[in-house]
């Protein structure tokens, strides 16, 4: 599966972004899916992730109730819902195909998009 995510621009602390991922080829269908992000000199990181029927949702602690992710399977797209944005949330994000059950990500990285939270 090839991913794009976009959505990432600059925002004020306390204001919201909407993050898309666009995904190709038949690996996304019945694949759990995962927003993960990336700050300068730390580990990437999973915040958000939905099952392939979206019944299912998880978030770290960091974002949860900010949050929220869900998906269009038919449009082969992931959403990442961002509220309350604080310059902690500032990375590159990114989305990929996860395991439900170690919430690792497989596959390639696709591009992320930036998100800089201003304070």
């Known amino acids: 599966v090839q991913l794009q995510a976009s959505g990432g621009g600059l925002v004020q602390a306390g204001g919201s972004l909407r993050l898309s991922c666009a995904a190709s080829?038949?690996?996304?269908?019945?694949?759990?899916m995962g927003w993960f992000r990336q700050a300068p000199g730390k580990e990437r990181e999973l915040v958000a992730g939905?099952?392939?029927?979206?019944?299912?949702?998880y978030y770290s602690d960091s974002v949860k109730g900010r949050f929220t992710i869900s998906r269009d399977n038919a449009k082969k797209m992931v959403y990442l819902q961002m509220n309350s944005l604080n310059a902690d949330d500032t990375a590159i994000y990114y989305c990929?195909?996860?395991?439900?059950?170690?919430?690792?990500?497989?596959?390639?990285w696709g591009q992320g998009t930036q998100v800089t939270v201003s304070s």
């Open positions: 990929a195909p996860i395991y439900w059950t170690s919430f690792r990500p497989f596959g390639s």
């Open positions: 939905i099952t392939w029927i979206g019944g299912s949702t």
């Open positions: 080829g038949p690996t996304f269908s019945g694949s759990d």
